[in-house]
């Protein structure tokens, strides 16, 4: 059975940085798109940035490429998102999903599509 495990979430300030970790456990996902979804209080989940089985990216946002980076290990069946100049507005529970086809579709939505999910990282943004 798939599992996967978020975890590199925490308390941080205005402008700061995290690192945010997908691990993956259960089968490989080397031909896996790995994509980052974030769901804020009161308000639907939505996809940030996902990354094909080929080392192609998609961002959800412009201004989530600016200040976000995913990147994945396929010998540690991990993959990363690095967040930086956090904002109070990224305060949300970030999520890790895996499907196995391209992500491009999911990440511009709430990603209902992803066939496995974590049970997520809590990230706050505050002073």
């Known amino acids: 059975q798939p599992h996967i495990v978020e975890s590199g979430g925490g308390l941080v300030q205005p402008g700061g940085s995290l690192r945010l970790s997908c691990a993956v456990s259960?089968?490989?996902?080397?031909?896996?798109?790995i994509g980052w979804f974030r769901q804020a209080p009161g308000k639907e989940r939505e996809g940030v940035s996902c990354?094909?089985?080929?080392?192609?990216?998609?961002n959800a946002a412009d201004s989530v490429k600016a200040r976000f980076t995913i990147s994945r290990d396929y010998a540690k069946n991990t993959a990363y998102l690095q967040m930086n100049g956090l904002e109070p507005e990224d305060t949300a529970v970030y999520y890790c999903?895996?499907?196995?086809?391209?992500?491009?579709?999911?990440?511009?939505?709430?990603?209902?599509?992803?066939?496995?999910w974590g049970k997520g990282t809590l990230v706050t943004v505050s002073s």
């Open positions: 259960g089968f490989t996902v080397d031909h896996f798109s």
């Open positions: 999903a895996v499907v196995r086809a391209n992500c491009w579709y999911e990440i511009k939505s709430s990603g209902d599509g992803m066939d496995y």
């Open positions: 990354i094909g089985s080929r080392g192609d990216i998609t």
